[in-house]
């Protein structure tokens, strides 16, 4: 079972909260698909342009 994004809740797999994730328990903050936010190294920012 995948977990959900922070900001979209969309579901991720297991693998990718692993590396995304801020911790163990969290999900990731952003994900592929989210279209205002970002990852910009370990910060999370918004899109300068719309990704969708």
Same mark, same amino acid.
């Given at each position: 079972? #995948? /977990?959900? $994004?922070?900001? $979209?809740?969309?579901? @991720? &797999?297991? %693998?990718?909260? %692993? *590396?995304?994730? =801020?911790?163990? &328990?969290? #999900?990731?903050? *952003? $994900? =592929?698909? $989210?279209?205002?936010? @970002? /990852?910009? #190294?370990?910060? @999370? %920012? /918004?899109? %300068?342009?719309? /990704? #969708?």
């Amino acid at each position: 079972m #995948g /977990r959900k $994004c922070q900001n $979209c809740e969309s579901m @991720v &797999t297991e %693998r990718y909260a %692993r *590396v995304f994730a =801020p911790d163990a &328990t969290a #999900g990731p903050r *952003v $994900c =592929p698909n $989210c279209d205002d936010l @970002v /990852r910009d #190294g370990a910060d @999370v %920012r /918004r899109a %300068r342009a719309n /990704r #969708g």
